[in-house]
């Protein structure tokens, strides 16, 4: 069986009924520069790097790369937030705190 754009194709049978495919997200492991590369070019080039892709990957490989990114940038959404936030907590106690004592 040939798959389109070099896809990696999973069969799943669950309880004897027809199998699903599930497509694996080649984008979702790629190498961390190798991956910011190409994020940052898809960003700074935005219209027509969704064009290009759509062109030249197809529209699969397309929405598997917008997916990938999507993800990527939830993940450093939340790390971001994970840091941000337990200080913005701290600064907020140290102020009433220091209130309190004056």
Do not use: R
Not at 4 to 12: A, M, P, Q, R, Y
Not at 32 to 56: K, N
């Amino acid at each position: 069986m040939s798959n389109k754009n070099d896809e990696e194709v999973n069969v799943i049978v669950t309880d004897g009924s027809k199998p699903k495919h599930e497509l694996q997200n080649k984008y979702l492991i790629m190498e961390f520069w190798e991956f910011a590369i190409l994020t940052t070019l898809m960003v700074v080039f935005f219209p027509w790097s969704l064009l290009y892709c759509v062109v030249v990957h197809g529209l699969e490989n397309t929405k598997l790369i917008v997916i990938a990114m999507f993800h990527d940038m939830l993940k450093t959404l939340l790390a971001v937030l994970s840091i941000i936030l337990p200080i913005v907590a701290v600064l907020i106690y140290l102020a009433l705190s220091y209130k309190n004592v004056i």
